[in-house]
T-cell receptor, first 115, second 112 residues
Framework: DAMVIQNPRYQVTQFGKPVTLSCSQTLNHNVMYWYQQKSSQAPKLLFH???????NEADTPDNFQSRRPNTSFCFLDIRSPGLGDAAMYLC??????????????FGDGTRLSIL | QQQVKQSPQSLIVQKGGIPIINCAYENTAFDYFPWYQQFPGKGPALLIA?????SEKKEGRFTISFNKSAKQFSLHIMDSQPGDSATYFC???????????FGTGTSLTVIP
């Protein structure tokens, strides 16, 4: 059973047209992450939430925003997608707050294409 | 600055061979080292992980070797199978910092 679910699996949008990707989890993990992964590259962390606390990476463009309305859901908003934003977007969760790190659990990603 | 350096970028082995993927790090504060396996069109899946208080961990055909003094760790896949063909990422994290630093990935092909 899928524990981190991303919708849609494939998204096509037009250059400059806002798009929202969604992620839900059934693990009740308090940390949720958004990564951008381009072909043959490692996932690049965009931001993460620890509960409701938002942590933005220094090099994440302002074009990328995120919302986490509750524990189970997290959204990635791309306000004005450019051609360079075409990528796989991965959502991940982990159980934070313990004495040491716990593994991340990834969804299968949303493949975003820009026309 | 790449926090975790991974090599090789790609690897081809015959079925039954033992591919070895290496990772190196500089930050001695890292205390959790997972390996992820990713198939095309899928998200990374946790394969095996190690903490620096042990030098080796084995799960099935997958073994992590950890050398704390050299700040290196490696993944060995015993009796590799064509189904192991995937991209493998090493990663590292610090305590409860909630951030994971990924290596650049290794594309493994196992030839039947």
């Amino acid at each position: 059973d899928a524990m981190v679910i991303q919708n849609p699996r494939y998204q096509v949008t037009q250059f400059g047209k806002p798009v929202t990707l969604s992620c839900s989890q059934t693990l009740n993990h308090n940390v949720m992450y958004w990564y951008q992964q381009k072909s043959s590259q490692a996932p690049k962390l965009l931001f993460h939430y620890y509960d409701k606390d938002f942590n933005n990476e220094a090099d994440t463009p302002d074009n990328f925003q995120s919302r986490r309305p509750n524990t189970s859901f997290c959204f990635l908003d791309i306000r004005s997608p450019g051609l360079g934003d075409a990528a796989m977007y991965l959502c991940a969760t982990s159980r934070g707050g313990g004495p040491s790190n716990q593994p991340q659990h990834f969804g299968d990603g949303t493949r975003l294409s820009i026309l | 600055q790449q926090q975790v350096k991974q090599s090789p970028q790609s690897l081809i082995v015959q079925k039954g061979g033992i591919p070895i993927i290496n990772c190196a790090y500089e930050n001695t504060a890292f205390d959790y080292f997972p390996w992820y396996q990713q198939f095309p069109g899928k998200g990374p899946a946790l394969l095996i992980a190690i903490r620096p208080d042990v030098s080796e961990k084995k799960e099935g055909r997958f073994t992590i070797s950890f050398n704390k003094s050299a700040k290196q760790f490696s993944l060995h896949i015993m009796d590799s199978q064509p189904g192991d063909s995937a991209t493998y990422f090493c990663a590292a994290s610090i305590g409860t910092g909630n951030q994971f630093y990924f290596g650049t990935g290794t594309s493994l092909t196992v030839i039947p």
